[in-house]
């Protein structure tokens, strides 16, 4: 169950990054400071929602760290070049 949850978490943390790619693809002229509050502002919200959402049907506090780890995750894999 556990494992399910940090998959899941992995997967959309995973659609959000290649949907960041295709962004930063098109966008190649594009500096830091547009890419990282476009990223924010598209994943952190669905992701917090979707950590609550599933803390909920596995009767996970949302305190715990697994949300946070979800929370902190999204932004690590992301690299701007």
């Known amino acids: 169950m556990f494992l399910s949850l940090l998959w899941e978490c992995t997967l959309v943390a995973g659609k959000a990054n290649s949907i960041l ?13 547009l890419i990282l509050p476009l990223y924010s502002a ?5 992701l917090e929602c ?3 959402f599933w803390a909920s ?9 697994l949300a946070k780890w979800c929370r902190d995750w999204s932004i690590f894999p992301v690299r701007i070049v």
């Open 21 to 33: 790619g295709c962004s930063r693809k098109s966008l190649a002229s594009r500096t830091r400071e």
């Open 42 to 46: 598209l994943l952190k919200p669905h």
């Open 50 to 52: 979707w950590v609550q």
């Open 57 to 65: 049907q596995y009767k996970i506090g949302i305190g715990v760290s």
